[in-house]
């Protein structure tokens, strides 16, 4: 059996990941920024994520208590919608902090204790290949942004014998998805550029959102990825057909149709 490491790991695609992996045997160590004993015989580590030195704590932890880990798996991140020019600085900049960089510090401070054959996982998302959706651009261009450290650290890590895996999920029943209708509603309600159709943008957000999966699906695929023999490079969960078409249409099309369905 592994040693594991998760971050996020008290949301809801986190703590799924972290029960499936013990429920499996395995040992998992969670960081995350709530503190509080989780039920499932799992260790949780306050810690957050945009803080190296919390980081650095939480690996002397880890590694006087496991010794070393076979292990990480990337599950925090935060989602946001708004207007790439309105939105404040702090904002754009804090979800690269949390989306991107996040990952980069634990792997910075984690991967020298993975042991040989190690696996690093990396949630991404549906919306990391395709042309963003109106408003929905931060958050996909930190996803796309994370396909592309990962596979560039895929190249390097394969040097050290540590294979780098994505996974990319659809809609997933937690909490972003009310988080999601939120910020939608707050950014119509707000937005002073743009007279956008929030009707109709509304019902596209809840087209794609109505098809979701619950997070022990991700927690079983994560699982498998961890543990399969001849794991995949990329993992897809949940891809909405309805994106799919859109990102097979012509670059100018797309553009046509979204400009016809938001515009009033």
């Not at 754009?92 to 984690?110: C, K, P, Q, S, Y």
């Not at 809609?171 to 939120?182: G, K, Y």
């Not at 699906?217 to 490079?233: D, E, N, Q």
Request: proline letters at 6%; charged letters at 25%; a positive charge.
């Amino acid at each position: 059996m592994g040693n594991y490491l998760v971050t996020g790991a008290r949301g809801g695609m986190g703590s799924a990941i972290c029960k499936r992996l013990t429920d499996g045997g395995h040992r998992v160590w969670g960081i995350d920024r709530t503190a509080g004993d989780p039920p499932g015989g799992w260790t949780c580590i306050p810690a957050d994520i945009t803080s190296s030195d919390a980081l650095a704590e939480a690996a002397e932890r880890i590694a006087r208590e496991a010794g070393g880990l076979d292990g990480i798996v990337h599950a925090a991140g935060i989602y946001d919608l708004n207007s790439l020019i309105e939105m404040p600085e702090e904002d754009f900049t804090r979800d690269f902090d949390v989306n991107l960089f996040g990952m980069f510090r634990v792997n910075r401070i984690f991967v020298p204790l993975l042991r040989a054959g190690g696996r690093i996982a990396m949630i991404s998302s549906e919306l990391a290949p395709l042309r963003p959706l109106p408003f929905t651009g931060i958050y996909a261009v930190t996803k796309t942004a994370v396909e592309q450290y990962a596979a560039a650290l895929r190249m390097e890590v394969q040097l050290l014998g540590h294979r780098v895996i994505v996974i990319r999920p659809g809609a997933v029943r937690t909490s972003m998805l009310p988080a999601s209708t939120e910020k939608l509603e707050r950014f119509c309600a707000s937005t002073r550029l743009y007279r956008c159709n929030a009707d109709r943008f509304r019902a596209i957000v809840n087209r794609i959102e109505a098809r979701s999966v619950p997070p022990e699906t991700i927690g079983r695929t994560v699982s498998k990825a961890l543990t399969a023999r001849h794991p995949r490079l990329t993992y897809s969960v949940n891809r909405n057909p309805l994106l799919l078409l859109y990102g097979a249409l012509p670059a100018r099309l797309q553009l046509w149709a979204i400009r016809k369905i938001l515009e009033e």
